[in-house]
T-cell receptor
């Protein structure tokens, strides 16, 4: 497809379960970003990849959160031992070049995670 | 600390009237500023950005924004609002980190 896709669109997990969220960026885009958007809030930065290199993971809230992009394309955000406070929409974005400041980011539709 | 403020949770405007959605920022350098729009159950869509140059930036769907360095503002404007403009609007500053505002819900009344 032409845009950023994310799967699943909705995920319900019991507290303590592990989840994996997938992001397919626009083909050829160098940079990939993950954000967490809580209800009624703006997106909060989680982590940033340039190709397969994770250049910034300062926004990951705990060591239960892990992201990878092994071949510089598809990325997976994994959350271990989910907690209720992890409930949010997780947004993925990609940009064409390697600048994290000037390049336009194109967002996917998000994955809504609900932890019961 | 870097921050972006959108002081209005909601803006109501009559169809055909001009609209303004406000954004101010606090960044210790020269930021790059963006506006995104979010429709229900959809991701953020890019509207426009200021990187450098002309302070008035024109974007998608007839929107424009003016960068004002002295007032540290980047307000979003449109001369004539459409009902279809009703959505959630986010301002963002990209500097050493990415910071989004909390969003402003725009309601255009027919």
């Amino acid at each position: 497809g032409a845009g950023v896709s994310q799967s699943p669109r909705y995920k319900v997990a019991k507290r303590g379960q592990d989840v994996a969220l997938r992001c397919d960026p626009i083909s050829g885009h160098v940079s990939l970003f993950w954000y967490q958007q809580a209800l009624g809030q703006g997106p909060e930065f989680l982590t940033y990849f340039q190709n397969e290199a994770q250049l910034d993971k300062s926004g990951l809230p705990s060591d239960r959160f892990f992201a990878e992009r092994p071949e510089g394309s598809v990325s997976t955000l994994k959350i271990q031992r989910t907690q209720q406070e992890d409930s949010a929409v997780y947004l993925c974005a990609s940009s064409q070049e390697g600048s994290r400041t000037t390049d336009t980011q194109y967002f996917g539709p998000g994955t809504r995670l609900t932890v019961l | 600390a870097q921050s972006v403020a959108q002081p209005e949770d909601q803006v109501n405007v009559a169809e055909g009237n001009p609209l303004t959605v406000k954004c101010t920022y606090s960044v210790s350098g020269n930021p790059y500023l963006f506006w995104y729009v979010q429709y229900p159950n959809r991701g953020l869509q890019f509207l426009l950005k200021y990187i450098t140059g002309d302070n008035l930036v024109k974007g998608s769907y007839g929107f424009e924004a003016e960068f004002n360095k002295s007032q540290t503002s980047f307000h979003l404007k449109k001369p004539s609002a459409l009902v279809s403009d009703s959505a959630l609007y986010f301002c963002a500053a990209f500097y050493q980190k990415v910071t989004f505002g909390t969003g402003t819900k725009l309601q255009v009344i027919p």
